[in-house]
């Protein structure tokens, strides 16, 4: 199985960045693609962003286009994702995610972490 863990969410600015990371475990991860959601108050869970493992290929939501960046470090096992103009529609508590097919992370993973929160204050 795959175990993921976030961190780096906190309260920010209007304007400003954060950098969220999961670390992942489990011996078969590194065939996985990841991924983050988001899930605002109120609000059902919504797709962030993806990255193929294996290719680095990235595939964005469209308000996440231009302001986040996902990463991954194959040696760590972690995937990051880089914040930039945060806005207050951003806040929500963010949940990393995974799945053996990359088509599953952005449309529904099948491994999910406990999620960390972003808070942006206007």
């Known amino acids: 199985q795959v175990q993921l863990a976030e961190s780096g969410g906190g309260l920010v600015q209007a304007g400003g960045s954060l950098r969220l990371s999961c670390a992942a475990s489990g011996r078969t991860f590194r065939s996985y693609a990841t991924g983050w959601f988001r899930q605002a108050p109120g609000k059902e869970r919504e797709f962030v962003a993806a990255?193929?493992?294996?290719?680095?290929?990235?595939y964005y939501t469209n308000s996440a286009k231009g302001r986040f960046t996902i990463s991954r470090d194959n040696a760590r096992d972690s995937v990051y994702l880089q914040m930039s103009s945060l806005r207050p529609e951003d806040t929500a508590v963010y949940y990393c995610?995974?799945?053996?097919?990359?088509?599953?992370?952005?449309?529904?993973?099948?491994?999910w972490g406990q999620g960390t929160q972003v808070t942006v204050s206007s």
């Open positions: 995610v995974a799945d053996p097919s990359f088509r599953a992370v952005v449309l529904g993973p099948t491994y």
């Open positions: 990255i193929n493992w294996s290719t680095g290929a990235t």
